[in-house]
C-alpha cells in the first residue's frame, strides 16, 4: 500500500479507456467496483463462456513484465473484452496477483453484468465488457473522484505547485511508449508540506488520447 508521510499529499491519476478517474489517496484505500446496469448476461450463456475464459487466462503470459494485460474471446455480439493495468512500479507476480483478485472481486459483485470495472487496493485495474476496448477514445464525462483529502492551508500557493506538478506528470506520462504510459513525481508545497503525484494511462492509448484524459481528470480534481 502506498504509505503518505504526514504532511503531505498524494495525487493519483489513473486513466482506463472509457473511464477516468482521479483518486486522492491517504493512508485509507477505497477499491470501488462499478457494474454496468444497461446490459446483462443469462447463466451459462455464450458471453459468460467467453467472460470467463477471458478472465481465467488473462495472467498467464507471465513474460509481460509491464503490467497491462487485455484478452478477447468469442465473436461479437458475445465477445468478451478484458484490460487490466497495474500501477508501473508493481512488480509483476504481484501484479498478476492483483489481477486475478480483482477478476475475483469483481465477477462476485457483479454476477450477470457484460460490462464492470474494479479498482483493488492501490495497486491494479480491471475492466470488462462486450465492445472493443483498445485504442477507443476514452469518455471524460465518466471521470470519478473516488477519495477527497483534507483541504490544503495556502490554497493558491497549493494550487500553484499542485498545477506545476500535474503539467510536468501530465506531459511525461502521456509520452510513454506501446508498454508503460506512467510518471511519478513529488514537489514542495506550502510550508512543510509535500505534494506527491503519480499519472498512469493504459499503454494502447495514443500521445494525445492519454493528455486529454489526464489534462480533464486533473481539471475535475482541481476545480473539484
Known amino acids: 500500500m502506498l504509505m503518505v508521510p504526514k504532511n503531505s499529499y ?7 479507456i472509457l473511464n477516468c478517474i482521479t483518486l486522492c489517496v491517504s493512508q485509507d484505500i477505497l ?12 447463466i451459462n450463456s455464450t458471453y459468460q463462456n467467453n ?5 481465467s487466462s488473462l495472467t498467464s503470459d ?5 503490467g497491462f494485460y487485455n484478452r478477447s474471446v468469442g465473436q461479437t455480439p458475445d465477445q468478451a ?28 459483485t457483479c454476477p450477470n453484468q ?20 483498445l485504442g477507443t477514445n476514452p469518455d471524460t464525462s465518466r471521470i470519478r473522484e473516488l477519495i477527497n483529502i483534507s483541504n490544503a492551508t495556502n490554497v493558491d500557493q497549493f494550487n500553484q505547485a499542485l498545477n506545476q506538478l500535474l503539467d510536468q506528470l501530465r506531459t511525461e506520462a502521456s ?10 513525481n513529488s514537489t514542495n508545497g506550502p510550508g512543510t508540506t509535500r505534494i506527491f503525484g503519480y499519472m498512469q ?10 493528455y486529454s484524459c489526464l489534462d480533464s481528470a486533473a481539471d475535475v480534481r482541481i476545480n473539484k
Open 175 to 184: 509520452s510513454g511508449g506501446s508498454l508503460r504510459k506512467y510518471a511519478t
Open 81 to 108: 473484452n478484458v484490460i487490466a493495468l497495474c500501477r508501473g512500479d508493481v512488480e509483476p507476480a504481484d501484479c498478476r496477483g492483483c489481477i486475478n483478485e480483482a477478476s475475483s472481486r469483481i465477477r462476485d
Open 51 to 55: 467472460l470467463d475464459d477471458a478472465l
Open 114 to 133: 457484460k460490462g464492470a470495472v474494479g479498482w483493488y487496493i492501490d495497486t491494479c485495474m480491471l475492466r470488462y465488457c462486450n465492445v472493443t476496448i
Open 201 to 210: 494511462c493504459t499503454p494502447d492509448l495514443s500521445e494525445n488520447q492519454c
Open 62 to 66: 507471465t513474460s509481460i513484465r509491464y
Open 10 to 16: 498524494f495525487i493519483f491519476v489513473l486513466v482506463i
Open 31 to 42: 477499491s470501488p467496483i462499478i457494474c454496468d446496469g444497461n446490459a446483462n448476461f443469462t
